[in-house]
């Protein structure tokens, strides 16, 4: 069947097979490398023991651990919050000044409202 039945030219699968051939190789690439991924992640004993908190999978332990590297540098385990950018919730109302846990913030530095607006 001609393309040209469709409004196209015999053409198209010409542009078009060369560009789906190279997404098949970029989906393929990606798989492995994320199996790799997992795979270094399961023989880290670190990203192990930081894959049992909920929610934290091979991708996040492996970034904390390259992120952090050496945790020694750190003296408290607070300061690893701004090494990533984390800084303290500050409620103030006047006299009272109260510093609580890391706020959310965006790819900007400015914190996110976690309550609707309006």
């Known amino acids: ?57 091979a991708h996040t332990a492996l970034s904390f651990k390259a ?8 003296r408290r385990s607070r300061t690893v919050g701004a090494h990533f950018g984390l800084t303290p919730r500050q409620y103030s109302s006047g006299e009272v000044s109260i510093a609580g846990w890391p706020a959310p913030q965006d790819a900007s530095g400015q914190h996110r409202r976690e309550e609707p607006l309006g």
Do not use: K, Y
Not at 30 to 46: C, G, K, N, P
């Open 1 to 57: 069947m001609s393309w040209s039945g469709w409004g196209g030219s015999d053409a198209l699968p010409l542009i078009i097979g060369p560009l789906l051939e190279a997404r098949a190789m970029i989906i393929r690439q990606t798989l492995a490398l994320d199996r790799q991924s997992i795979s270094t992640a399961q023989q880290a004993s670190v990203c192990r023991l930081l894959m049992t908190i909920p929610g934290v999978g």
């Open 67 to 74: 992120c952090v590297d050496d945790p020694a540098r750190f």
